[in-house]
């Protein structure tokens, strides 16, 4: 898998996120709409590596995990997210409904109100996570 197939990942996860939502089908449109950030940030980390240099182990390493948080570090968005967060209290909050998302979500029925928020903070134009991801990718 490469950066583009990331980048496309995580624009039909967050498209299919909304067919589910649409659905009522609140915790699957949760769970794959976090995967959409995961696969953003995800696409971020790929671009760090060069064609046919051995990439740093702990790179490798911290890159197998669907914690948001550890991802935002590793792809070295840490100093950005910041930044983005002083310039902007809608992408702040934004950021805040997004960050916490866990893919242990799968195993819960999900609500409403928890599936819609997630979509719109990671949608939304401007300041959605997504977008602010898509600068980086």
Request: hydrophobic fraction near 40%; aromatic fraction near 12%.
């Amino acid at each position: 898998m490469n950066r583009t197939d990331l980048q496309r990942i995580a624009v039909q996860y967050l498209d299919a996120a909304t067919s589910l939502l649409e659905s009522r089908h609140w915790g699957p449109a949760y769970y794959l709409a976090g995967y959409s950030v995961e696969c953003g940030l995800k696409a971020c980390i790929a671009r760090q590596f060069r064609e046919y240099d051995f990439p740093d182990w702990q790179t490798v390493k911290d890159s197998y995990t669907h914690d948001l948080g550890k991802l935002v570090r590793t792809a070295g968005l840490a100093n950005e997210l910041s930044l983005a967060e002083a310039g902007s209290d809608i992408f702040k909050l934004n950021w805040a409904t997004v960050k916490d998302w866990s893919a242990e979500s799968r195993y819960e029925d999900g609500d409403q109100t928890r599936a819609t928020g997630i979509i719109k903070a990671i949608d939304a134009k401007p300041n959605g996570a997504l977008e602010w991801i898509t600068q980086y990718w």
